[in-house]
C-alpha cells in the first residue's frame, strides 16, 4: 500500500465524517409534520413535546385548526369528557395545544415558551397556576432537567439580556439548576454576572442550535407514533356531549357523573384514584401535610420571569389558580388559610402587573363533583374552567397594558407573608402608582 493509500485509509473516514456534518448543519432542513402527528402532540403531555421546538411551533402557527397554547402541570391528565381538548373540539374555535405534566412548574414553562415567542406574540394563551408549585426550594432540579433541554437552554442564552434583571435571575437559576460548567451553564453564569458573551461564543450557540433544530425536525414526528391520548381518550368522548352547549346542563351532567364515580370513599375521590393511590395507605396520610406551606418561595420570582416573558410577547393570558380537595385536605391536615393566602398573593403578583384575566379556583375545593382527587379538578370543575376560559379565546379581548415591577424578582417578595397588612406595605414601598 503506498503512502497516499495509507494516509487516506487513516484519514479518510474522518475526513467524510466531518463533511457529512458539515452537509447536514448547512442543509437547509424543513419541519412539516402531519395534521395527525400534531393533533396527537397537543395532548400528549409529554416531555418530548416541552423539548421539540419544531413540532409546537408549525402547530401554534396553524390557522385551521387554530391550536393555543395552555400551559399548567398535572391537572390536564385527568381526560374526562369535560376536559378541555374535549369540550373544545365540541363547542369553540380553538384547540388546546396542552403543556403540562408533573413538575411543569414556571421555570420549565419559560424555557418552554421563549421557544415559541413568534406563535405567542399578540395572541392568547391559558397558564394553569398550582399553589402546590410554591415549596421552599421551587422546582426540583430532576423536574427541571426532564423537561427542559439542551436546545431550550441555547435558545434562551441566544436570546438573553445581560442588562435585564429579568435575565441575569433567569440565569442565575439556570446555574443553580445545572451547574456552571459546559456550554450552557459557563454562558448562564456570565449572563448571570451581567457580562455580554462573546462572538466566539455565541458562535459555538449557532452551531450547536443548528445541529440541534435539524435532530429536532427530524425525530419529532417519530415520538408522537405511539401516543394515544388523542385517539382513546379525547376522540371518543367528543360524541358523548351534547351537540348544544348549555353551562347549567353541562353542570348537571358533571355532578351526576361525578357521583357515580366516587362511591367508594369519603373524600369524593374518583374510585380509580382512591383504589391505586389512597386506600393502602389512608392512616399514614392523617395529619400528613399540617406543616406545608406555600407562602414563602423562589417560585413566585420564577412565575415572575414567566410574566416577563408573556409582557415581551404581548401575550393575552388568562390565569386560573386551582383548588385542593377540601374533605382530603383537612383530613391531612393542610392549613387552608395558608392556602388562600398563597393564592391572594399570586394574585397580586398578577394583577398589580395588568394581568387581570385570573379565575381563582381556591375556594371551589368543597364544590360538589368539582374536584376529581385530592388536587385536581374534573368533571364539574372542567365545566366550569371552560365556561371561563371558552369566551376569552372565542371573543375578541381588550388588548393587555402590562407594566412589570422588578421588585418581584426580590428575595424579600419570595419570603414574604402573605397577610393583607403585608401585601398593602409591599405596595406602598414598591408598588406601582
Known amino acids: ?214 435532530e429536532d425536525s427530524i425525530f419529532a414526528g417519530i415520538s408522537m407514533a405511539a401516543n394515544s391520548n388523542y385517539s382513546r381518550r379525547i376522540k371518543p368522548k367528543v360524541k358523548k356531549l351534547p351537540k348544544v352547549y348549555n353551562y347549567a346542563k353541562l353542570t348537571k351532567s358533571a355532578k351526576r357523573d361525578a357521583r357515580r364515580q366516587t362511591t367508594n370513599n369519603r373524600f369524593g375521590l374518583f374510585n380509580g384514584f382512591y383504589d391505586r393511590q389512597v386506600r393502602g395507605h389512608l392512616k399514614s396520610q392523617r395529619n400528613a401535610q399540617r406543616h406545608f406551606n406555600y407562602e414563602k418561595s423562589p417560585e413566585y420570582a420564577d412565575l415572575e420571569v414567566v410574566l416577563n416573558q408573556f409582557k415581551k410577547d404581548n401575550t393575552n393570558v388568562m390565569f386560573v389558580i386551582t383548588p385542593v380537595n377540601a374533605k382530603w385536605e383537612k383530613y391531612t391536615g393542610l392549613s387552608m388559610p395558608m392556602y388562600y393566602k398563597t393564592a391572594n398573593k399570586i394574585k397580586y403578583q398578577l394583577k398589580s402587573q395588568g394581568f387581570h384575566n385570573v379565575v381563582d379556583y381556591s375556594h371551589k375545593g368543597n364544590q360538589p363533583g368539582f374536584m376529581q382527587d385530592t388536587i385536581h379538578i374534573g368533571w364539574a370543575g372542567w365545566v366550569n374552567f371552560d365556561h371561563h376560559v371558552g369566551p376569552f379565546l372565542d371573543n375578541k379581548q381588550p388588548a393587555p397594558q402590562y407594566k412589570m415591577n422588578k421588585h418581584f424578582l426580590s428575595k424579600h417578595w419570595q419570603k414574604l407573608n402573605p397577610t393583607k397588612q403585608n401585601l398593602q406595605e409591599f405596595n406602598n414601598q414598591y408598588g406601582q402608582h
Open 1 to 214: 500500500m503506498n503512502n497516499r493509500k495509507r494516509l487516506w485509509s487513516i484519514f479518510g473516514p474522518v475526513l467524510l465524517a466531518c463533511i457529512l456534518v458539515v452537509i447536514f448543519i448547512a442543509l437547509p432542513w424543513g419541519s412539516n409534520h402531519s395534521a395527525k402527528t400534531e393533533e396527537r402532540a397537543s395532548v400528549s403531555l409529554s416531555p418530548l413535546v416541552m423539548k421539540n421546538s419544531s413540532l409546537k411551533t408549525q402547530a401554534l402557527s396553524e390557522k385551521h385548526p387554530r391550536y393555543v397554547a395552555f400551559f399548567g402541570s398535572s391537572e390536564f391528565r385527568r381526560m374526562d369528557r369535560y376536559h378541555p381538548a374535549v369540550m373544545a373540539q365540541r363547542y369553540h374555535n380553538y384547540r388546546p395545544f396542552i403543556f403540562g405534566s408533573k413538575g411543569t412548574q414556571s421555570l420549565p414553562q419559560l424555557f418552554n415558551i421563549a421557544e415559541m415567542n413568534p406563535q405567542l406574540k399578540n395572541k392568547k394563551a391559558v397558564f394553569v397556576i398550582s399553589p402546590q408549585w410554591f415549596v421552599k426550594k421551587g422546582v426540583t432540579q430532576q423536574a427541571f432537567k426532564y423537561y427542559n433541554g439542551a436546545y431550550a437552554n441555547l435558545n434562551w442564552l441566544s436570546q438573553a439580556n445581560p442588562n435585564s434583571p429579568y435575565d441575569r435571575y433567569t440565569a442565575r437559576r439556570l446555574v443553580q439548576l445545572l451547574g456552571n460548567n459546559g456550554t450552557v451553564g459557563a454562558a448562564a453564569a456570565k449572563i448571570a454576572a451581567g457580562k455580554q458573551l462573546s462572538s466566539w461564543e455565541r458562535f459555538q450557540m449557532r452551531t450547536q442550535l443548528t445541529v440541534l433544530r435539524h
